[in-house]
T-cell receptor, first 115, second 114 residues
């Protein structure tokens, strides 16, 4: 299994500012994923973060708005920049272990409210 | 393309009733994984079950059971004798494709009333 620690669990931010979310895994993983869940909606993949290369963004998400760092195999950050009320969501990181059977694990989520 | 459909947006039942949550998926991959997650109001995703595409055995875990049928591309989830604590949003998800990305259904909100 994998234990994921995601911080902060929640935050209230002023519009125009930025929030950086941290995701720490207790074991080395190749791929880490960042998701957004807007209120009452399903999860949408923002990007895939691989160590040693730039993140791969999904359609509708850009690096300037959601810069991601992946300095090593156990850690990643997602920054949500130039915040607007539309960015109010839950943000979750996820890892997968592809050993035999694929297993997926999620962080506890970061509930962001932009005022 | 990968797609997961949860046609039931919201379901309300009275405690002790049985309830089935539907999940239909689409994929061209021969190897894929199906998941169910529970999301209580606190927001975290609670893993319930994973099933790979080669294992069509149904599974029972306490009050929970899952029916995987490749012939109909369905992976339905039944809660027997529902309880108030089962109230949550339930997501069905698929991992497949070249990059092992999750594809989530839209979720089914289950309300269990006392």
């Amino acid at each position: 299994s994998a234990v994921i620690s995601q911080k902060p669990s929640r935050d209230i931010c002023q519009r125009g500012t930025s929030l950086t979310i941290q995701c720490q895994v207790d074991s080395q993983v190749t791929m880490m994923f960042w998701y957004r869940q807007q209120p009452g909606q399903s999860l949408t993949l923002i990007a895939t973060a691989n160590q040693g290369s730039e993140a791969t963004y999904e359609s509708g998400f850009v690096i300037d708005k959601f810069p991601i760092s992946r300095p090593n195999l156990t850690f990643s950050t997602l920054t949500v920049s130039n915040l607007s009320p539309e960015d109010s969501s839950i943000y979750l990181c996820s890892v997968e272990k592809l050993t035999g059977n694929t297993e997926a694990f999620f962080g506890q989520g970061t509930r962001l409210t932009v005022v | 393309a990968q797609k997961v459909t949860q046609a039931q947006t919201e379901i309300s039942v009275v405690e002790k009733e049985d309830v089935t949550l539907d999940c239909v998926y689409e994929t061209r991959d021969t190897t894929y994984y199906l998941f169910w997650y529970k999301q209580p109001p606190s927001g975290e995703l609670v893993f319930l079950i994973r099933r790979n595409s080669f294992d069509e055995q149904n599974e029972i875990s306490g009050r929970y059971s899952w029916n995987f049928q490749k012939s109909t591309s369905s992976f339905n989830f039944t809660i027997t004798a529902s309880q108030v604590v089962d109230s949550a949003v339930y997501f069905c998800a698929l991992i497949g494709g070249a990059f092992n990305k999750f594809y989530f259904g839209s979720g089914t909100k289950l309300n269990v009333k006392p």
